[in-house]
């Protein structure tokens, strides 16, 4: 879904930065190989988790929600000389795909992967975190929101995908859309906790900053 018309999205991703060209490769291998490739950020998101990344500039980045690496990436390239990335997927079979294009970029040292229900790994990181990136699963939004909170620096960023769920949000909400259902939990969660301030970014499928106090 486009928030804003097409011609107006394809100026504003001419005028942002270049893909750089592993990811271009690995988009390209993603929808050769890959079930749901419409599910990787892509250029323009890719773009901006790089640059919030970098103003951030995180010793340690959280992924709920790796896919095939596309976004670990993007957010690695903020991330300090010794930083460290922990990602998390569910799907073994990305394990390998994952690490082919960790390991052909500058960060394949600092990316640790974790392969499971981010619910269950999540309480075993023995770290706490600069930079948090929320892309799994839609149900368990408020879960994860739950599990990182107390694991979370102080000023540290929290950012949320999907959460205007292609309009969906603001719809009627249809029985056993537990999706829909999550991210109105989730949305009015991030809005309420006192602990953080938020911002929703409406771009591509929604984004939201929150910072710890
Ligand atoms: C939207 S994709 C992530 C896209 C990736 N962040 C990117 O931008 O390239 C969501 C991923 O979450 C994973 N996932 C779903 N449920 C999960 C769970 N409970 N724990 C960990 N990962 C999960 C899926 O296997 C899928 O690869």
Do not use: C
């Given at each position: 879904m486009h928030f804003i018309p097409e011609a107006l999205d394809e100026y504003v991703v001419k005028h942002s930065a270049d893909e750089p060209e592993l990811l271009k490769a690995l988009t390209r291998e993603t929808y050769q190989k890959i079930l749901q490739p419409r599910m990787l950020s892509g250029h323009y998101q890719g773009r901006l988790l790089s640059?919030?990344?970098k103003l951030i500039r995180p010793k340690t980045i959280l992924e709920i929600?790796?896919?095939?690496?596309y976004s670990a990436l993007c957010l690695a390239e903020g991330m300090q000389k010794d930083g460290v990335l922990h990602t998390i997927d569910?799907?073994?079979e990305l394990h390998d795909f994952q690490r082919k294009y960790f390991d052909a970029s500058e960060f394949g040292a600092q990316i640790h992967q974790h392969t499971g229900n981010a619910l269950d790994i999540i309480p075993t990181l023995e770290t706490t975190f600069d930079l948090v990136f929320i892309d799994a699963d839609k149900p368990n939004y408020p879960q994860y929101f739950h599990a990182i909170i107390e694991?979370?620096?102080p000023n540290g960023i929290i950012l949320s995908d999907n959460v205007l769920w292609s309009g969906k949000v603001i719809e009627p909400l249809q029985k056993n859309d537990v999706s829909t259902e999550a991210l109105l939990e989730y949305n009015s969660l991030l809005k309420e906790d006192t602990r953080i301030e938020t911002v929703v970014l409406p771009i591509r499928d929604g984004l939201t900053i929150s910072r710890v106090i």
């Open positions: 640059m919030l990344s929600g790796t896919y095939t690496g569910i799907n073994e694991k979370m620096n």
